[in-house]
């Protein structure tokens, strides 16, 4: 496999930044420690430029390829951590309680480290690599506030490329698809108001408990009976909570809480209509009164065509094609770096993190051994997208 050699020279030294990061969790706009390590280690590398409080925390480096004018590359790795208490028994787990990186975050950033090394060093390209570590990954919209602080205009980016880790993919794999790769978020509240009283005297109470189960039981209509089935998309209320702490008490509101995942716009203004629907139908035979409504989370993730199948080519390179999955099935999990891809043409890849825990999992434990494979496709990009000529 292909790997570019020096990353297997570098590797412990890639693994014990990653360490270091995973010990020292921090969460979405809290990545002080991590951000000014990245910024230690990038100027250390001579990049000609480093910035930080890009985007709150965001950290943003620029290295000049050796080969003249060319292309504006931008790479992005997220560093934030979950709220999640670990469990992996590691013994560099986090030292701060209830904060994990359970999504490999340490790993993505890590692996742009390294690739920013090599880069430094080589510079086999034309233009300008953009490094982005990205804060707030985890539902805290960090891409849109890179973007909101001028992140695109300010490095005059021209393309943009990213990577996750995929648990249960064998390390040295790729996958991805062209067009929607992962899904748009949307987030429903739906407070029911009623008329509280004793549980012994139902009759002279408008009990919201009933409308709130048959609310959770109609929406799971709307994926089975109402969307079309070779569309994508789920619906998952999770959380139910009252103002009654009794269990004699009949509650006077009940809220339910959930999210909504769709790989189309359509899709997901369908859902938000007929939740609402639902709702408004089952107020006024209940007697209740129903508020609802609907955040927007993040875009449906899509993938640019022509930058893909860029993106394949050079993992293919890497791992051969037999390691080189360009027909993945869409994940309904979200990603906020579709926000960059909104704005500017890129992918978003998969990068096989062996037979570990899931995602967002206390046992995960980002894998070491993918490092020299991830570096290799970034600095990749970089090399592939604007050449030396």
Sequence with gaps: MAIKNRFADLLSEISAWRRDIHANPELGFTETRTAGKVAELLR??????VVENVGKTGVVAVIKGRGG??????????????????????????????????????????????????LSETRNFA????????????????????????LLERWNIDEVYGMHNWPGMPVGSFAGRAGPNM??????????TGKGGHAAEPHDCIDPMPVAAQIIMACQTIVSRNADPLESLVISLTNLTSDSTARNVIP????????????????????????????????????????????????????DPASMEAAVAVAREIAGAENVDDDMAPSMGAEDFAYFLQKRPGAFINLG???????HSP??????????????????????RSPLS
């Excluded at 539902?139 to 602080?149: I, N, S």
């Excluded at 899904?183 to 029911?192: H, L, Q, R, Y």
């Excluded at 020299?372 to 592939?384: C, D, K, N, R």
């Design 252 to 303: 006077e509101t009940v809220e339910i809480t959930g999210t909504v995942r769709a790989l189309s716009d359509d899709m997901m203004k369908f859902a938000e209509k007929r939740i609402g629907e639902i709702c408004a139908g089952l107020a006024l035979s209940a007697n209740v009164k129903i508020e609802f409504s609907f955040a927007a989370g993040y875009p449906v993730t899509v993938n």
């Design 127 to 150: 233009g300008q690599a953009v490094l982005i570590f990205q804060p707030g990954e985890e539902g805290c919209f960090g891409a849109r506030c890179m973007l909101e602080d001028g």
């Design 363 to 384: 046992y995960y434990n980002f894998n070491d051994e993918a490092i020299p494979f991830g570096s290799s496709w970034l600095v990749g990009m970089v090399e592939a």
């Design 353 to 359: 993190n062996g037979d570990s825990a899931g995602l």
């Design 44 to 49: 250390s590398f001579g990049c000609e430029e």
């Design 183 to 192: 899904a748009a978020v949307g987030n429903p509240t739906i407070k029911i």
């Design 69 to 118: 004018e060319g292309k504006s590359i931008a790479l992005r790795a997220d560093m934030d951590a979950l709220p999640i208490t670990e469990l992996t028994g590691v013994e560099y787990a986090s030292v701060n309680q209830g904060k994990m990186h359970a999504c490999g975050h340490d790993g993505h950033t890590a692996m742009l480290l390294g690739a920013a090394k090599y």
